[in-house]
């Protein structure tokens, strides 16, 4: 094969690539600027992790406003010795997105499971003690089976639970959308007003005790009722237990 002779080099071309040497070269005295991570960016537009969808005047600020921690709530971190206890770091998926519930509407859904749970140990312990409310149709010894038996009989009286049911979570519903958004003006979470007794406390001090033994007590109920109906369903899982 035959090869070529290249082209002798020009002046021109000569003076052309010095003089695009210094192009290559990293210019002195300059520094590139240190990447903060993405997360820090964000958090200074507010406190999401990032900004909302919605746009500035039609729920931006309402959605991205300043909210209260958990830990500014009665028993966040009373069994943790003064640590809230949120180890999935649950009451922080709202800065993630609106989607998901703040802190406050997490307490209000913990504080109401806390009082089925604790009304349903009483309602266990008292049909198990062969205590039942008068009438043939409410006469059953067994608790799991109590609604079940309840409808078979009347279904009718199913009903009028279920309608009662409604009524009160329609009537305890109020503000409850606003919490989803850590909004709390119109009331706070787990608050009904619903005290004919008489028994929340006027100071501060005090009603802040009395909402802990709440909370506490709905906690351990959670617990027993949850302990009770595994050893119902899988009988021997729960030593000890006196509830079949």
Same mark, same amino acid.
């Given at each position: 094969?035959?090869?070529?002779?290249?082209?002798?080099?020009?002046?021109?071309?000569?003076?052309?690539? %010095?003089?695009?040497? *210094?192009?290559?070269?990293?210019?002195? /005295? +300059? %520094?590139?600027?240190?990447?903060? *991570?993405?997360?820090?960016?964000?958090m200074a537009e507010g406190p999401m992790y990032d900004a909302p969808l919605a746009p500035s005047g039609m729920g931006a600020e309402f959605i991205n406003a300043e909210r209260a921690p958990i830990s500014s709530y009665v028993g966040a971190s009373w069994e943790a010795g003064d640590v809230v206890y949120d180890p999935?770091? +649950?009451?922080? +998926?709202?800065? %993630?997105?609106?989607?998901?519930?703040?802190a406050a509407f997490l307490r209000e859904a913990e504080l109401k499971h806390c009082r089925l749970a604790m009304l349903a140990f009483a309602g266990i312990i008292h049909t198990s003690a062969g205590f039942h409310i008068p009438g043939e149709i409410w006469a059953v010894d067994d608790w799991s089976a109590a609604l079940s038996t309840v409808q078979a009989k009347n279904p009718a009286a199913l009903g009028q639970i279920f309608a009662g049911i409604g009524i009160i979570e329609g009537y305890t519903s109020k503000g409850v959308f606003d919490m989803w958004f850590g909004k709390t003006t119109v009331?706070?979470? /787990?608050?009904? $007003?619903?005290? *004919? +007794? $008489?028994?929340?406390p006027k100071d501060k001090e005090g009603a802040a005790k009395m909402e802990l033994s709440e909370l506490k007590n709905g906690r351990m109920a959670m617990i027993a009722v949850a302990g009770i109906a595994c050893n119902h369903y899988i009988p021997g899982s729960v030593p000890g237990c006196p509830f079949p």
């Amino acid at each position: 094969p035959s090869y070529r002779a290249a082209a002798p080099h020009t002046e021109a071309d000569m003076l052309s690539l %010095v003089a695009s040497a *210094p192009a290559f070269v990293p210019p002195t /005295g +300059l %520094v590139a600027p240190a990447m903060q *991570p993405l997360t820090q960016i964000r958090m200074a537009e507010g406190p999401m992790y990032d900004a909302p969808l919605a746009p500035s005047g039609m729920g931006a600020e309402f959605i991205n406003a300043e909210r209260a921690p958990i830990s500014s709530y009665v028993g966040a971190s009373w069994e943790a010795g003064d640590v809230v206890y949120d180890p999935l770091d +649950l009451c922080e +998926l709202w800065k %993630v997105s609106a989607n998901n519930p703040d802190a406050a509407f997490l307490r209000e859904a913990e504080l109401k499971h806390c009082r089925l749970a604790m009304l349903a140990f009483a309602g266990i312990i008292h049909t198990s003690a062969g205590f039942h409310i008068p009438g043939e149709i409410w006469a059953v010894d067994d608790w799991s089976a109590a609604l079940s038996t309840v409808q078979a009989k009347n279904p009718a009286a199913l009903g009028q639970i279920f309608a009662g049911i409604g009524i009160i979570e329609g009537y305890t519903s109020k503000g409850v959308f606003d919490m989803w958004f850590g909004k709390t003006t119109v009331r706070a979470p /787990g608050k009904l $007003g619903f005290d *004919p +007794l $008489g028994l929340m406390p006027k100071d501060k001090e005090g009603a802040a005790k009395m909402e802990l033994s709440e909370l506490k007590n709905g906690r351990m109920a959670m617990i027993a009722v949850a302990g009770i109906a595994c050893n119902h369903y899988i009988p021997g899982s729960v030593p000890g237990c006196p509830f079949p």
